[in-house]
């Protein structure tokens, strides 16, 4: 089945302490990107990749840092997590602009 | 710069009425367009997208939505609403001013009475 997955689906951690939230998908897409969701605030990109080895800044990159290292696969590095970065994120990725994303399922993280 | 503006935050219906979701955009390019739909707790799937085709777009689950570029709308309809349509709808515009990345609107919450 094609997917996007992301692990782990709820995480909740302490301020400072590093976390990876795993994004894979199986559908030799080129795109990539991750995506955070806040009540009142929408979905804001945080990165995204174009290709292997290829990532850009999106809205909110403060605080995050990603990788593409192989195609089918996009991290996302917190750092030094803080009590502001607890969010839902998506990780999501398309073929071609055209041809729109397909969302993973999410990561409701938390940060106390 | 590109913007999506949706119009209702919320959109109340009775079961088995039409449904009218408004979206207006502003793109400088020709743009792609796409709804997405969010369930409760659940992920983002995309319903439809319009990508200089056909301006009557069919999605899946009944949903249609109409390219109209003199209006610069992309208006979401479906004709007789379901229960399981509860959830909250996203506008979503792409183009090459905003290196194609997606330019979302707020969503609106879609509410179905039985």
């Known amino acids: 089945e094609a997917q996007v997955t992301q692990n782990p689906r709820y995480l909740i951690t302490v301020t400072g302490k590093k976390l990876t939230v795993t994004c894979s998908q199986n559908?030799?897409?080129?795109?990539m990107s991750w995506y955070r969701q806040d009540p009142g605030l929408g979905l804001r990109q945080i990165y995204y990749?174009?290709?292997?080895?290829?990532?850009d800044k999106g809205d909110v990159p403060e605080g995050y840092k990603v990788s593409r290292k192989e195609k089918r696969n996009f991290p996302l590095i917190l750092e030094s997590p803080s009590p502001n970065q607890t969010s839902l994120y998506f990780c999501a990725s398309r073929n071609s602009y055209r041809t729109g994303y397909t969302f993973g399922s999410g990561t409701r993280l938390t940060v106390v | 710069a590109q913007s999506v503006t949706q119009l209702d935050s919320h959109v109340s219906v009775s079961e088995g009425t039409p449904v009218l979701l408004r979206c207006n955009y502003s793109?400088?390019?020709?743009?792609?367009l796409f709804w997405y739909v969010q369930h409760p707790n659940k992920g983002l799937q995309l319903l439809l997208k319009y990508t200089s085709a056909a301006t009557l777009v069919k999605g899946i689950n009944g949903f249609e939505a109409e390219f109209k570029k003199s209006e610069t709308s992309f208006h979401l309809t479906k004709p007789s609403a379901h229960m399981s349509d509860a959830a909250e709808y996203f506008c979503?515009?792409?183009?090459?001013?905003?290196?194609?990345?997606?330019?979302w609107g707020a969503g609106t919450k879609l509410i179905i009475k039985p």
């Open positions: 559908m030799n897409h080129e795109y």
């Open positions: 793109s400088s390019y020709s743009p792609s």
């Open positions: 990749s174009m290709n292997v080895e290829v990532t």
């Open positions: 979503v515009v792409s183009d090459q001013n905003s290196n194609y990345q997606l330019i």
